[in-house]
């Protein structure tokens, strides 16, 4: 019995022992795992870096290209105006030159004529043809008027218009007053009532007579009445357009100025 303990116990040890050397294995890998992504991402990192220092270098170089030929196309073109002043120089000088020598010959022939010939006449001087520069015609300016179209709005203004005329009205003043009228002929017998019923009655025809209240115009006052006016609009210039003046152009070139 105690053997197989001692057995058990061995390999429990044994295996235990393993656990731990796979672990550190596995731990041991994954390390280096990390360690060359780690070592990677630095590379790609540099080689990125390279490529962006490659292509800025790549950047001046073509700058400096192009300054150089910038510097190239402005000597040659000082030496092609160094060239053509040189040139022109020449042809002055020559044209001077030629004109000197025929002023000389046309002086010695004169000279020697007047030698040879002893008359009275003197020696014309053949001054040398001066050749003026033609110079390039100026250009002459013509202005032509400019306008632009204004709108003129309408004018006016309000007056009054006379409607009704002033007047006077002549107005009634009335008053109630008590009127006696007959029964039998409907009369007005105020302040006559006995004698007119006592005429029906001895006639035969009835008598009798009553009381009426009647509106009567006991006079008339003035009542002024004042004139009635209205306004009214009145145009004095309509709507209408003009054309204003703005500057002027010129019909060749097309400067414009101001007027």
Request: net charge positive; glycine share 6%.
């Amino acid at each position: 019995m105690a053997n197989d303990k001692k057995k058990k116990i061995i390999l429990i040890v044994v295996l235990v022992l393993a656990m731990i050397m796979i672990g550190m294995s596995l731990n041991s890998c994954s390390n280096s795992v990390e360690e060359d992504k780690v070592v990677q991402k630095k590379t790609i990192k540099k080689k990125t870096k390279s490529q962006a220092t490659t292509k800025i270098d790549e950047k001046k170089d073509e700058s400096k290209i192009k300054q150089e030929e910038k510097k190239e196309e402005t000597a040659k073109a000082d030496s092609s105006n160094k060239s053509n002043f040189s040139e022109s120089k020449k042809d002055n000088t020559a044209s001077t030159s030629s004109s000197s020598n025929k002023n000389n010959t046309s002086s010695s022939k004169s000279s020697n004529s007047s030698s040879n010939n002893s008359g009275s006449s003197k020696p014309s001087n053949n001054s040398g043809s001066n050749s003026s520069s033609s110079k390039p015609a100026e250009h002459k300016h013509d202005w032509v008027a400019q306008y632009k179209t204004v709108n003129v709005p309408e004018k006016g203004h309000n007056e009054q218009v006379l409607v009704q005329a002033a007047y006077d009205e002549q107005v009634p003043i009335t008053e109630m007053r008590e009127f006696s009228i007959c029964n039998v002929c409907g009369a007005d017998i105020t302040n006559n009532t006995t004698s007119h019923t006592k005429a029906h009655a001895l006639a035969g025809e009835g008598g009798g007579y009553h009381s009426e209240w009647r509106e009567v115009v006991t006079g008339y006052k003035t009542v002024h009445h004042d004139a009635v006016y209205e306004t009214k609009y009145v145009v004095d210039s309509p709507a209408t357009t003009k054309q204003e003046l703005t500057g002027y152009k010129c019909s060749g070139c097309g400067k414009t100025r101001s007027n």
